[in-house]
């Protein structure tokens, strides 16, 4: 899974950094989020049937980490993941307004049918609702930004590669 995804993620950065796309204009950010807000994302009306209680949150966590991090980080905030600010659009951070804003059914319907054309993934029949409901919960309770160090696959490549360099000079 973690294999799969990670060449997903590098197959990401290889399509960023082949073209250059200029950022979309402000005017034309500003109403395109206004879109996505109000008529692509679904699920407004969806009421999230798990209890916010901590154990719902930590079994949230863990699917976040199985899933999530790859892109998003251990904290839903990008730490620790080198080509988060490259895609395009760059990884959402979540813990900004923009994402708290959301209802919880709207972040149940991203999290099962993605952002496409973006880099951010469906996860219909990947996931079960119930835990899309639980990484809801956890994006409610993200802990302060850094906190969790980097995902383990990033820590290895970042050792792998000091060591590399240190080996190159001897
Ligand atoms: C392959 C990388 C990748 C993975 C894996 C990934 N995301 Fe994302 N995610 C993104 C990108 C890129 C964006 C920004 C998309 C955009 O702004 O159009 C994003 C945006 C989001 C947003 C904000 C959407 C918005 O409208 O602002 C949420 C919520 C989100 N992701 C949740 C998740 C959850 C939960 C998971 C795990 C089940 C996950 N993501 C897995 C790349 C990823």
Not at 96 to 114: A, F, H, P
Request: with cysteine; hydrophobic share 35%.
């Amino acid at each position: 899974m973690k294999i799969v995804w990670a060449s997903a993620a590098l197959m990401a950065v290889l399509v960023v950094t082949g073209c250059k796309v200029g950022k979309p204009g402000k005017v034309e950010s500003t109403v395109m989020g206004e879109i996505k807000r109000n008529v692509t994302i679904g699920g407004k009306d969806w009421k999230n049937p798990v209890a916010d209680t901590p154990e719902a949150v930590k079994e949230g966590a863990e699917h976040f980490q199985h899933h999530c991090e790859i892109c998003h980080g251990l904290d839903g905030q990008n730490t620790g993941v080198p080509f988060a600010a490259k895609m395009s659009p760059p990884v959402a951070d979540l813990s900004s307004k923009d994402v708290q804003e959301y209802k919880d059914g709207q972040l149940k319907w991203i999290i099962e049918n993605g952002i496409g054309p973006s880099g951010m993934p469906g996860w219909k029949g990947i996931v079960d609702d119930d835990e899309m409901w639980k990484i809801v919960l956890y994006m409610r309770h993200l802990p302060a930004k850094g906190s969790l160090g980097a995902p383990a696959l990033y820590k290895e490549e970042a050792e792998e590669h000091e060591h590399a360099e240190h080996e190159h000079k001897h």
